[in-house]
Nanobody, 116 residues
């Protein structure tokens, strides 16, 4: 069994910052890629960023230069540092393991609200 638990969401003003964390537990050895997704109200879930176990990263165009994904393999944790937040970044943010021994795993999400 694999569990992903996100934390760090909340209410922030435009231009502010938040750091999300996602802790993985269970039968999680040999995780390769970890990812952050988000789903805004009334919209489809979209990919935000990915990171491999070697540290290679990819970002959605909408967050490039503002968000940074990182991971601590010893702690089985992936982070998303979000700077210069905009109202359009408001969404539920989900952590995902896209492929672990043929299975995908999702966390339950953490809500980020960017509003003045």
């Amino acid at each position: 069994q694999v569990q992903l638990v996100e934390s760090g969401g909340g209410l922030v003003q435009p231009g502010g910052s938040l750091r999300l964390s996602c802790a993985a537990s269970g039968n999680i050895f040999n995780i390769n890629v970890m990812a952050w997704y988000r789903q805004a109200p009334g919209k489809q879930r979209e990919l935000v960023a990915t990171i491999s176990n070697g540290g290679s990263t990819n970002y959605a165009d909408s967050v490039k230069g503002r968000f940074t994904i990182s991971r601590d393999n010893a702690k089985n944790t992936v982070y998303l540092q979000m700077n210069s937040l905009k109202p359009e970044d408001t969404a539920v943010y989900y952590c995902k393991i896209p492929n672990l021994r043929g299975m995908e795993y999702w966390g339950k999400g953490t809500l980020v609200t960017v509003s003045s």
